[in-house]
């Protein structure tokens, strides 16, 4: 029998249509920054698109998409989504904390809590697609959503090109699966530069990590994003890059990964 807890939970996502995290093995992947430029791509293309910051200690979905010293703010329903660009509805720790150099002290059980709260109290209304903003690793966070969410669509797996990073996504495969969750496809970020004075591409980071782990473990490989550096510039200052240079290669391939993610989801606007 549902707890009440659970009825709740369940009644505050009604409006969900689908729920997808965004998960990588390391840290230094682009992981928010590529959550916050897909959550973008998605929301241009006409979907209602909404963003859960789970990454506790280091909450930077609002830095990136220009919503710093938003509040949330809240009511006997519930807490409600602060609205960013193209409509966009974020939950973040980032809208409650006082200032920068509060840190969050939090164990393991505090942290499930949180993300349990975060999931049971606020009113998200409807949305086609909720993206999940999982810190990197294998921990508490990534376990406590996908045990609160176990209906979710799956998640993709975001990894640079270098060996060592594909080392350790093919350990979130592995997560992953143990957990129950669907690999909808792995991502492969800043897969490589192109020199803005003489064209030439270089795979800085190596070549082919992304294709060669989802080849190893059986998933789908759904592309590459190329390194930016007004990427990293832009998000810095708060602005959304992908709006602000549509038509930039790195633009280009964040929205045909949501069309991708369009055909594995079967995504239809509401």
């Known amino acids: 029998m549902e707890s009440k807890v659970e009825d709740r939970q369940r009644e505050r996502r009604a409006g969900i249509r689908h729920e997808v995290a965004i998960f990588s093995g390391k840290g230094g992947v682009g992981k928010s920054t590529f959550t916050a ?29 220009g919503m710093r010293g938003r509040r949330m703010e809240g009511g006997e329903e519930g807490g409600a989504p602060v609205e960013g660009p ?90 992953a699966r143990k957990m129950g969750v669907r690999i909808l496809g792995i991502v492969e970020n800043m897969s490589s530069f192109t020199c803005p004075k003489c064209g030439e591409r270089v795979r800085i980071f190596g070549e082919g990590g992304g294709r060669k782990v989802a080849e190893e473990f059986g998933v789908p490989f759904l592309g590459e994003v190329p390194l930016d550096p007004d990427l990293s510039g832009d998000s810095d200052r708060g602005e959304p890059f992908l709006l602000k240079r549509p038509e930039s290669p790195a633009a280009r391939a964040f929205l045909e990964l949501a069309g991708r993610l369009e055909e594995e989801l079967g995504l239809r606007k509401g």
Not at 101 to 123: D, F, V
Request: net charge negative; aromatic share 4%.
């Open 86 to 175: 193209t409509g966009i509805k974020v939950v973040s720790l980032d809208f409650l904390l006082p200032d920068d150099r509060t840190p969050l002290i939090w164990r393991g059980p505090i942290k499930a809590m949180a993300i349990k709260q975060l999931l049971e109290e606020i009113q998200w209304g409807e949305l086609d697609l909720l993206l999940i903003d999982l810190p990197p690793g294998t921990g508490d966070e990534p376990l406590s959503v996908m045990q609160e969410l176990p209906e979710m669509d799956g998640v993709l797996l975001l990894t640079s090109p270098s060996e060592l990073s594909a080392l350790v996504v093919g350990r979130a495969v592995s997560f």
């Open 37 to 65: 430029n897909l959550a973008l791509a998605l929301s241009v293309k006409g979907y209602r698109v909404g963003v859960l910051d789970a990454d506790l200690h280091g909450p930077s979905i609002p830095k990136i998409l």
